[in-house]
């Protein structure tokens, strides 16, 4: 069983930068793919960013240049480091874990 645990959303203006971290607990060792999807109002919820196999990493081509996925081992922690950020980016961000683990979300607001 793993567990995660995200934080850092908020509120910030366009241009802006946030970090979100998440925490993740149980057995995370077997766990090989990492991310971040994000779903707005209204919208279907999609992928932001992932990373694999220690340091592979995808992104969505709306975030590409702009957040940067990491991952400590050490602190079973898994980061997305936002800059640049848009109104459109505005979404509850949600950590995955594998194919099954969620975490419980963490709002995310970019004001104009």
């Known amino acids: 069983q793993v567990q995660l645990v995200e934080s850092g959303g908020g509120l910030v203006q366009a241009g802006g930068s946030l970090r979100l971290s998440c925490a993740a607990s149980?057995?995370?060792?077997?766990?090989?793919?990492m991310g971040w999807y994000r779903q707005a109002p209204g919208k279907q919820r999609e992928l932001v960013a992932r990373i694999y196999s220690g340091a592979f990493t995808n992104y969505a081509d709306s975030v590409k240049g702009r957040f940067t996925i990491s991952r400590d081992g050490a602190k079973n922690t898994v980061y997305l480091q936002m800059n640049s950020l848009k109104p459109e980016d505005t979404a509850v961000y949600y950590c995955?874990?594998?194919?099954?683990?969620w975490g419980q979300g963490t709002q995310v607001t970019v004001s104009s």
């Open positions: 995955y874990a594998g194919a099954e683990y």
């Open positions: 149980g057995a995370i060792f077997r766990i090989d793919t």
